[in-house]
C-alpha cells in the first residue's frame, strides 16, 4: 500500500500545492514537507522542556466521515427527519431545514457544516429555530422536534464502514499505538456503531459529543481529555478527520500531526489551510503514518522552531513587519476574570440554591470550572465558552441534581443574569488599555475585540472603560454570524470586517480558545497572556509570544521584538 497511498504535503503559510502519489509515485515525487509547527524557539533552536517524539503513540479519529461513510448514514436520515416534521406541523419545511443543517438538495450531500460537525444537542438547536421561525413556540417546537428525533433513529443497516477499517486498525494496534475516537456523535449511538461494525475491541477509549463537561468541536479540550485518558501527550497524538472542525480541534489541542481524509465531506479546499497532510481515506494511513517521514519531518521542525515568515523577530536578515490589526480577548485579557467572575459565580448559585432548595456550589463550580481551594478559574468551558454553552452547563447540572429538563432551563433563565461591566470595582481593568490602544491607532494599527461574552455586556464594558473611539470593530459570542472560539471563523471575520491580510494580524488571549482561533485563521502571530486562567504550559504550544499582560505586547506588535516567558517561567 505505500507505493499508492495517496498523500498531499500541505504548507500553510505559502502557496500550496497538493500532489496525489498515485498521479506521481511517492518514491519519484516527493514535495518538500513545510509546516508551521504551532511552538517557539528561544533563540538557540532549542526549546526547552517539549515533548518531542521519534514516533506517535496514538492515533484519534473522528467517526462519521472517517471511519464509517458519512452520506450513507446520514442523507436517509435527514430525508426522513424532513418528512416528519413536515407530516407534524403541515408546513413545508425541506429548504429551510436543508439550509440550516448544510445538506445540499442538488447533489444529496452534507456540506462541511452543523450536520457535519455538531452535536446532537447543537442539530436540535437548529431545527428548533427552523419551527420557531415559522411561528411554533419554543415549547412546542422542542416537543416535536424530539418526537420526530426519536422516530428517526439510524438503523444499523446505513452504517457502512469505510474501506478496510479493521486491518487498518488492526495494523495500528499490532505496531502498539493506542487507538482512541473523538466524535460529536452520542456515546450510546457510537457504541452501537462500534459493535455493529465488531470494532469495539480495537479502540481504548473515547470522547463523545453528550460526554459531561466537553466542549463541541472545534474546541480542543475534548481531544486533549482522550489524550489524558490515553495517557499521550496531545503532541504525541495524530488527528485524523475529515471536517475543518477535526482539524481546527487538532490544532487547537497541539497535537503532533492533524491529517485530513477525502473519504467525509470535507475537499481539499476547506482541509487544506488546515491540515498537514491529506489521504484520500483511511486506507492509506498506515504507510504515512507508520512509514512515512512526515512524523519525523514535522518533529524535526518543532525542534528547530517555525520555519515561515510570522510577525515576529527574524535572525535571517528578513526585515521585520509591523502587524496591521491586533485582536484582543476580553475576559482574562483586559479584565481581570478572577474578580469579576468569582462573585458573579457566587451570586448565581446563591439565586439558584434559594430556587431549587438544593446544595449546588459544588456541582456548579465543578461544571465551569472553578477551584474552590486555589479561589482559582481554570481553563474550560466558563472561560473559554459562550454564554449560550454556559448556561446549558448550569442546565445540565441542575438535571444531574434532580431538575426536569424544562424545570432547570427555567430556572436557569430566571436566575441568570449579565456581569455588571460597569462597577469599576468588580471590574478591575488590566494595566492601561486606553493607553495601550491610543499608542497602536497612534501607530496606524486597527483595533477589534473578540469575545465569547455577549454585545450587551461589551459594549458595557468598552463604555465604562472609555475604550470605544479605539476600537473598530467587535465580535462577541451571541452575535449572529460568531462561531465560538478557537474556530477560525471570528478572526476571519474581523479580518474580512476591516480589510486585513489575516498574515498581518496578531491576536492576543489568556487562554487556548483565543490563541486556537489565531492558529486556525491563519493569523501573523499569536500572544498569549498570563493576566487569565490561561497557564504557561498549556498556552505555549499555540504561542508564539508569552507576555505577563498587554502592557508587554507594543514591542511585539510595533517593533516585532520576541518576549518568552517559558524560560522565567516553566519552574
Known amino acids: 500500500m505505500a507505493a499508492s497511498a495517496c498523500l498531499h504535503r500541505v504548507c500553510r503559510f505559502a502557496p500550496q500545492i497538493l500532489i496525489s502519489s498515485r498521479q506521481y509515485g511517492v518514491a519519484n515525487k516527493q514535495p518538500n514537507f513545510h509546516t508551521d509547527v504551532e511552538l517557539k524557539s528561544d533563540g538557540s533552536n532549542n526549546i526547552p522542556n517539549l515533548h518531542i517524539s521519534d514516533a506517535p503513540k496514538a492515533v484519534i479519529f473522528d467517526k462519521n466521515g472517517t471511519l ?69 413556540t419554543e415549547e412546542q417546537s422542542k416537543s416535536i422536534v424530539e418526537q420526530c428525533w426519536q422516530e ?6 446505513n452504517i457502512k464502514a469505510e474501506p478496510y477499517l479493521s486491518a487498518t486498525l488492526t495494523q495500528f494496534k499490532n505496531a502498539g499505538l493506542q487507538i482512541g475516537i473523538c466524535t460529536s456523535d452520542t456515546r450510546a449511538a457510537t457504541e452501537r456503531t462500534l459493535k455493529h461494525l465488531k470494532i469495539s475491541h480495537l479502540i481504548q477509549e473515547m470522547v463523545c459529543g453528550d460526554d459531561k463537561d466537553i466542549l463541541p468541536k472545534p474546541s480542543g479540550k475534548a481531544l486533549q481529555t482522550l489524550c ?36 467525509g465531506i470535507g475537499s481539499r479546499l476547506n482541509l487544506s489551510p488546515l491540515s498537514d497532510l491529506l489521504v484520500d481515506s483511511i486506507e492509506d494511513l498506515p504507510s504515512v503514518i507508520l512509514d512515512s517521514p512526515a512524523w519525523q519531518e514535522k518533529q524535526h521542525r518543532r525542534k528547530q522552531g517555525p520555519n515561515v515568515q510570522r510577525i515576529s523577530s527574524k ?18 485579557t483586559l479584565i481581570c476574570f478572577h474578580s469579576m467572575f468569582t462573585p458573579w459565580a457566587e451570586a448565581l448559585i446563591q439565586r439558584l440554591e434559594s430556587e431549587t432548595h438544593l446544595e ?7 461544571a465551569l470550572g472553578y477551584d474552590t481551594k486555589k479561589k482559582k478559574w481554570r481553563s474550560g468551558i466558563f472561560a473559554e465558552g459562550t454564554v449560550g454553552q454556559n448556561q446549558d452547563v448550569i442546565v445540565n447540572t441542575l438535571v444531574e441534581e434532580g431538575l426536569s429538563e424544562d424545570k432547570a432551563r427555567d430556572v436557569m433563565l430566571r436566575t441568570w443574569e449579565h456581569a455588571n ?45 472609555g475604550l470605544n ?14 462561531v465560538p472560539k478557537p474556530s477560525a471563523s471570528n478572526g476571519k471575520l474581523i479580518c474580512r ?46 504561542a508564539d509570544h508569552i507576555v505577563p499582560s498587554i502592557e508587554h505586547v507594543i514591542p511585539i506588535v510595533l517593533d516585532q521584538e520576541r518576549y518568552d516567558l517559558y524560560e522565567e517561567h516553566k519552574h
Open 469 to 482: 473611539e479605539y476600537v473598530d470593530t467587535i465580535v462577541c459570542g451571541d452575535d449572529p454570524d460568531s
Open 228 to 263: 489524558k485518558r490515553l495517557n499521550v501527550l496531545p503532541s504525541q497524538a495524530v488527528m485524523i478527520g475529515d471536517t475543518s472542525a477535526d482539524m481546527e480541534m487538532g490544532m487547537s489541542a497541539g497535537t503532533g500531526l492533524n491529517i485530513g481524509v477525502l473519504s
Open 360 to 366: 449546588l456550589r459544588k456541582p456548579i463550580f465543578d
Open 68 to 136: 464509517i461513510d458519512f452520506h450513507s448514514r446520514w442523507t436517509p436520515w435527514i430525508h426522513e427527519l424532513t418528512d416528519r416534521l413536515e407530516e407534524w406541523t403541515g408546513l413545508e419545511l425541506r429548504d429551510r431545514v436543508f439550509e440550516e443543517l448544510d445538506f445540499c438538495r442538488f447533489t444529496n450531500k452534507t456540506r462541511d457544516g452543523v450536520l457535519g460537525n455538531g452535536t446532537s444537542r447543537q442539530i436540535k438547536d437548529e431545527l428548533e429555530g427552523v419551527l420557531e421561525d415559522v411561528g411554533m
Open 421 to 465: 461591566h460597569s462597577d469599576t470595582e468588580d471590574l478591575n481593568i488590566m494595566d492601561d488599555p486606553r493607553a495601550i490602544f491610543r499608542t497602536l491607532k497612534n501607530n496606524g494599527v486597527k483595533v477589534a475585540i473578540c469575545t465569547a461574552d455577549s454585545r450587551a455586556s461589551t459594549e458595557q464594558f468598552l463604555e465604562t472603560a
Open 152 to 157: 428517526c433513529m439510524v438503523s444499523n443497516g
Open 497 to 542: 470586517r476591516l480589510g486585513v491580510d489575516p498574515e498581518e494580524a496578531v491576536v492576543i488571549g489568556d487562554t487556548v480558545a483565543d490563541l486556537g482561533m489565531g492558529r486556525s485563521a491563519g493569523l501573523g502571530a499569536t500572544v498569549g497572556v498570563l493576566s487569565g486562567v490561561g497557564e504557561v504550559s498549556e498556552l505555549d504550544p499555540q
Open 315 to 332: 535572525d535571517d536578515g528578513t526585515p521585520k513587519r509591523k502587524a496591521s490589526l491586533v485582536i484582543f480577548d476580553k475576559d482574562g
